[in-house]
């Protein structure tokens, strides 16, 4: 195994001096933090080791003990972690997960499911060593079902690592994986603990591509559809592990520090058990997978000592478009060649209510509204639980039976933000997204982030749609309204964007490796123009293609080369595209987290979001946030639109659009 840590063995290593330093660094009244996390932050594990033994010949105390005396907070749990070996540190983990009243099964699944036989066998004897107990009894009793019979599984260490695949068994794994989930009714959750718990890791690569010709989708999508709770979260582990076991800890490294705070014992258990293995890989698909570098996330989302020392174990910043390490490179032409392939089932949150009367919904939103008071709870029950098409209905039975209009009603009996979603509900589908174009270029400001997100997710049918009904609202032609908005290239891009004349078909190899070509050609005098000539034109199939064989063509990502490259709106709208193509419930779940974190909640985008998406991928897109901030939409919502919003009334109504709790 080659190690590719950003820690290694110190030259000219003298435990004795160190050990002395240490002490030196602890005496007398405070403690020199400089010294203590610059001194264990450039040995090795094994160096400390060394350290900790010749402290305690020299000093006759112990040095772990007196670390915890001088340190305190994260930096203490943080420096005290290091001293620890790698086996006694995952076995204080896996104890810290299952003791007391609940159990941390987000540890237990990225322990278990990163670990080689090695490492796993290492660490359930130190537990026993540690604490005088068994490790697989003490996990049995704190959980339960299929997730608890995987677990015990990955304990046994036992993986097949001796590299032989047989190919005629990867066609009857893949072909039993398929018949245990997608093609039946219920799912044989045993058949995928057995394969995925015991085949070598390159067998189950293989497994994987195969799995993908016989379903046409990818097999963590078939274990989103098919598992739940936290057998899904251990099982796409186990599959993202196999796949790629920095790719895997980079994405616990955002998740831990994106989300409703900073996970800290999910960064200091990751930043120290991977620091001598492989940081420089993670730190590589990190820059892949996200915006920033995990050295700047770092920088950003923690503070003092704590943060001097993460950052130490970081080993330094990433330039964004440097080309990639092998693996990385071969990991992001295989991402392109995953999402070329799969075929993914969107589904709504919202669906068309079953026995629907629109004259009983008709008369019931009037008794809502009229007399003294407004009753919000039946206007929100009736609105967010019909279709579009329903609502269509309900509208002009409305007017034809109480010679009303309802959206008028509706705008004198509701106010602020539940107002503005209760009428973005009610409008079809093409004004909706007429009206959000033009809120995002009236008053002072344009919102060019709404402009880009709308014009990059919709189809050609629904920009058309969006474009005629933007002329009968307004009497001026959307082209138009963009032209007087803004400017130059990013102009240019909105413009193409908005004839609704992207190509629909399949993906042409031949034309697709020119167009690669051509983007990896393409000059900084006219980068821009050979972009948007080829991404706000070609089919999303063919673009799938195209940006990967733009990695072979330059060993590096589109994304790393939009945003080195390009700046301000312009690389915004081509990064946006790249996303969309790549994953659009992904690009989607992206948008509503800015939307809520922050200073402050960005209504307007949540609104337009939830709107919009409610009856196409809204559930896709939960899945993708849970997966991407490791708490659910659902959750976001509660917490993030409780300032403003006293009554509650618009939280509900965005909970109803969301659907259930992830």
């Known amino acids: 195994m080659v190690f590719r840590g950003t820690i290694t063995d110190a030259p000219d290593f003298d435990p004795t001096a160190d050990a002395e330093s240490l002490y030196n660094a602890m005496k007398g009244f405070g403690s020199d933090k400089e010294a203590i996390l610059a001194l264990v932050t450039s040995r090795s594990n094994a160096q400390r080791q060394e350290v900790i033994a010749a402290y305690k010949c020299n000093f006759g105390q112990d040095l772990i003990d007196d670390l915890k005396y001088e340190l305190t907070g994260k930096f203490e749990r943080l420096i005290v972690s290091l001293m620890k070996t790698p086996p006694y540190h995952d076995a204080k983990e896996i104890h810290d997960a299952i003791k007391g009243a609940g159990t941390n099964e987000k540890c237990l699944i990225e322990i278990l499911a990163s670990r080689n036989n090695k490492q796993t066998r290492e660490m359930v004897a130190a537990y026993k060593d540690a604490y005088g107990r068994d490790m697989e009894e003490d996990i049995i ?67 994987f591509d195969a799995y993908e010709k016989i379903a046409e989708k990818s097999i963590e999508d078939s274990i989103k559809s098919e598992l739940s709770g936290d057998f899904e979260r251990l099982m796409l582990a186990v599959v ?56 700047n996330m770092i920088k950003d989302d923690t503070s003092g000592d704590y943060k001097k020392t993460l950052l130490n174990l970081c080993g330094g910043d990433d330039d964004l478009a440097g080309e990639f390490f092998p693996e990385a490179a071969q990991i992001a032409y295989k991402m392109w060649e995953i999402s070329a392939t799969t075929k993914v089932q969107l589904r709504p949150t919202v669906r068309p209510a079953p026995n629907f009367d629109p004259a009983a919904d008709a008369q019931a939103l009037r008794k809502a ?85 709308i014009l990059v997710t919709r189809s050609n049918r629904k920009i058309q749609a969006m474009n005629a009904a933007y002329q009968n609202a307004y009497k001026k032609s959307l082209e138009e309204a963009i032209q007087s908005e803004t400017s130059g290239h990013f102009c240019r891009i909105l413009v193409s964007l ?19 070509q051509e983007l990896a050609n393409a000059g900084s005098d006219d980068i821009e123009m050979k972009f948007m000539s080829i991404l706000c034109t070609r089919s999303y199939p063919h673009l799938r293609r195209v940006f990967q ?5 330059t060993n590096k990502d589109i994304e790393q080369v939009i945003r080195k490259e390009m700046s301000g709106d312009v690389k915004n709208a081509f990064y946006a595209i790249v996303r969309s193509v790549k994953n659009k419930p992904s690009y989607l779940a992206d948008r509503l987290y800015k939307a809520m974190k922050g200073l402050g909640t960005d209504d307007r985008a949540l609104i337009r979001i939830m709107v919009s998406r409610s009856e196409i991928d809204l559930f ?36 109803v659009l969301c659907g259930g709790e992830d």
């Open 240 to 295: 993202q592990c196999i796949r790629s076991v920095p790719m895997f800890f980079a994405r616990c490294l955002y998740r831990s520090m994106k989300g409703l705070g900073t996970a800290d014992n999910t960064l200091i258990r990751i930043m120290i058990c991977r620091s001598e293995i492989d940081m420089l890989d993670i730190r590589e698909f990190f820059r892949l997978s996200y915006e920033k570098s995990l050295f």
């Open 369 to 453: 509204m009229k007399g003294f008071g407004t009753d919000e709870d039946a206007i929100i029950d009736i609105v967010a639980q019909r279709s579009n098409a329903q609502r269509q209905e309900i509208r002009q039975s409305f007017k034809s039976l109480l010679g009303r209009d309802l959206m008028k009603d509706l705008k004198s009996e509701l106010s602020k933000n539940l107002e503005r979603l209760i009428i973005g509900l009610m409008l079809t589908p093409p004004e909706f997204d007429a009206k959000m174009m033009r809120k995002a270029m009236e008053g002072a400001g344009t919102d060019e982030h709404a402009l880009i997100e």
């Open 498 to 516: 908005v004839q609704a004349a992207r190509e629909e078909g399949p993906a042409d190899v031949e034309r697709a490796n020119a167009d690669a």
């Open 549 to 553: 064989e733009f990695v072979r063509y």
């Open 141 to 207: 009793a704190d959980t339960s079902g299929h997730f608890k019979k995987m677990l015990v599984v990955l304990l046994q260490g036992t993986r097949d690592e001796s590299g032989v695949v047989d190919a005629d068994l990867v066609d009857q794994d893949a072909q039993d994986l398929y018949t245990a989930g997608e093609a039946q009714w219920g799912t044989d959750e045993a058949k995928f603990i057995t394969i995925l718990g015991n085949r070598s890791v390159t067998h189950l690569r293989m497994v």
């Open 620 to 655: 896709n897109i939960r899945k993708e946030f849970k997966e991407a901030y490791d708490a659910s939409l659902h959750e976001f919502i509660q917490v993030e639109t409780m300032i403003g919003d006293t009554s509650g009334d618009y939280r509900k109504t965005l909970l």
